[in-house]
């Protein structure tokens, strides 16, 4: 298992969205893309309210963790009421688990929800959508392992990049630990990965832009995301 905290591994580490999957075939997906050389899974999950979309629960995510056993999930919680899903989704196979600022009540409720995951076992991550000031989200960065910039507005895969986001990334990057990782997600195509990674981003989801291509171009795709070789 590739573990994005404490890997060596340098270069920009690339997390499939099991969204963008042919559900008729999850597991086999899964695997097909573990095997086209993605370095971790990204689990999305709606809840219909926070986002006017519903994608998964923790059975799809259990499903994930049969069918790849030694693969890092990512599970994103676009979800009104976060905590409730918290132990499901540990349950399940989770790895990280990764919450909205924008439903937080306060700094001490983020950070009070970040300690709950560690101590589960999971890494925290805290996400910031697109409209959201990166003021919101600073205050409590040094309690979280992963922060996760929203380059779409959440709720559906396929959806144009949102190039502002990457002056907050840039922001949010100068006060991060080399230990902690940044992500993006939502409209990461090869020709946008580039842009992610100059603006400090390590981690980057890809739903359509995998998934959406048929599977003998999943490699070519993953290797184009990752950017030249010499950012190994
Ligand atoms: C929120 C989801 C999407 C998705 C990525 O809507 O988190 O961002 O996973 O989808 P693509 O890569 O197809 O934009
Ligand atoms: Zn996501």
């Known amino acids: 298992m590739i573990d994005p905290f404490t890997s060596s591994i340098k270069r920009p580490l690339i997390a499939p969205s099991i969204l963008a999957a042919d559900f008729a075939k999850l597991g086999h997906d899964c695997q097909a893309a573990m095997d086209a050389g993605a370095d971790l899974l990204h689990v999305d999950i709606m809840d219909g309210h926070f986002v006017p979309n519903l994608s998964m629960g923790p059975v799809v995510c259990g499903a994930c963790r049969r069918a790849c056993p030694d693969t890092f999930l990512d599970v994103h919680l676009m979800v009104t009421t976060p905590q409730m899903f918290f132990k499901p989704f540990r349950d399940s196979g989770a790895n990280a688990i990764s919450f909205h600022i924008e439903v937080v009540d306060s700094q001490q409720h983020a950070r009070d929800l970040a300690a709950e995951l560690r101590e589960m076992g999971c890494h925290p991550g805290i996400v910031i959508n697109p409209p ?15 922060v996760l910039v929203m380059s779409v507005n959440p709720g559906f895969g396929g959806q144009a990049f949102i190039p502002e986001v990457l002056t907050k990334a840039k922001t949010i990057k100068q006060l991060l630990t080399p230990t902690q990782r940044l992500e993006i997600d939502g409209g990461i195509v090869p020709q ?3 842009l992610a990674i100059d603006a400090g981003i390590d981690m980057l989801v890809a739903g359509s832009s995998v998934f959406g291509q048929p599977k003998d171009q999943w490699t070519h795709t993953i290797e184009l995301l990752r950017g030249p070789k010499s950012r190994k």
């Open 132 to 146: 959201t000031d990166v003021e919101k989200i600073l205050p409590v960065l040094d309690a979280f392992d992963l």
């Open 192 to 194: 946008i990965a580039p």
